[in-house]
C-alpha cells in the first residue's frame, strides 16, 4: 500500500485548493480513506474521511472541505475551500482497510504536502 499526497501551496486568506493522494497495491473500495493535518507545534489532527460513499468531517473544516475519490485514477482529493490561516499545516493522506480505525490510528501513512494560508 503507497500514499502520496501533493497540492499543497500558499494562498492568501479565502483561496482555494485541492490536494491529491494517489494511491497504489490496494483497491479504494476496499479502504477507509482519511486526510489529517498537522500544523507546526501541534498535535496531527483528523481533517476528513471517506468508508463506503459515507463521508465525514471535522468541525472546524465542515462547509470548506470536501473529499472525494476517484476509482478509475486510483486518487482521493481534499478541495479546500475559503481558507484560513488556521488551515495552515502539513496534510496527509492515510488509509485503512478497518472503518473505525481510519479517524483514530490508520495503518497506512502517505508522506504530507505542506498547506500555508497567509493572512
Known amino acids: 500500500v503507497q500514499l502520496q499526497a501533493s497540492g499543497g501551496g500558499l494562498v492568501h486568506t479565502g483561496n482555494s485548493l485541492r490536494l491529491s493522494c494517489a494511491s497504489s497495491g490496494f483497491t479504494l473500495d476496499d479502504y477507509a480513506i482519511g486526510w489529517f493535518r498537522q500544523a507546526p507545534g501541534k498535535e496531527r489532527e483528523w481533517v476528513s474521511c471517506?468508508?463506503?460513499?459515507?463521508?465525514y468531517y471535522a468541525d472546524s473544516v465542515k462547509g470548506r472541505f470536501t473529499i472525494t475519490i476517484d476509482n478509475a485514477k486510483n486518487t482521493v482529493y481534499l478541495q479546500m475551500n475559503s481558507l484560513k490561516p488556521e488551515d495552515t499545516a502539513v496534510y496527509y493522506c492515510?488509509?485503512?482497510?478497518?472503518?473505525?480505525?481510519?479517524?483514530?490510528?490508520?495503518?497506512?501513512w502517505g508522506k504530507g504536502t505542506q498547506v500555508t494560508v497567509s493572512s
Open positions: 471517506d468508508s463506503s460513499s459515507d463521508t
Open positions: 492515510a488509509a485503512d482497510p478497518i472503518t473505525v480505525r481510519i479517524a483514530t490510528g490508520p495503518e497506512y
